[in-house]
């Protein structure tokens, strides 16, 4: 029988600390002009730290490859930097990769949206279909209601 987790796996701090460093360094160290607005959504390091999948997002989609060549060419200078702040044996070699999962998830709720709006449509023209078919005119019981208190004044 396994036992329960305590806490986050080393694995996983290591992978926090990438990613806190990672932003700084990008933010203030890089130098590059090809390195606009990046994003690092998450790092999954391996379990002997020789390597880090890095995830990033940029605001413009049209520089994403420019982007991409740009931190694979700074790998070296971020990796030497992460090196001189996590204190452990093997510095991971960064793999920068593209995460397209808010553009899925953006794209994913648009469809929901459109088909409860659909379903949301549907369900009224339902409604008011059944009221017609049965011949039957909406009762309103407050204006029923005012209408005979205005005939006793």
Not at 27 to 46: E, F, H, M, Q, S
Not at 142 to 150: K, L, M, P, R, S
């Amino acid at each position: 029988m396994a036992k329960a987790k305590k806490g986050f796996s080393r694995s996983d701090r290591i992978a926090e600390q990438i990613q806190r460093e990672l932003a700084e360094l990008i933010r203030k160290g890089l130098k590059d002009p090809r390195v606009g607005w990046v994003t690092i959504t998450a790092v999954d390091v391996t379990r002997d730290y020789s390597h880090a999948k890095v995830f990033y997002t940029v605001m413009e989609e049209g520089k994403r490859e420019i982007t991409q060549e740009a931190l694979e060419s700074a790998a070296g200078y971020l990796r030497n930097g992460i090196g001189k702040v996590l204190q452990i044996f093997t510095t991971p070699q960064l793999h920068f990769i593209y995460d397209d999962s808010i553009e899925r998830g953006v794209y994913m709720s648009r469809l929901i949206d459109e088909v409860n709006g659909t379903a949301v449509t549907v369900a009224q023209g339902t409604d008011s279909d059944a009221d017609e078919a049965e011949g039957d005119e909406p009762l309103d019981d407050a204006d029923d209601a005012d209408d005979e208190a205005g005939d006793k004044a």
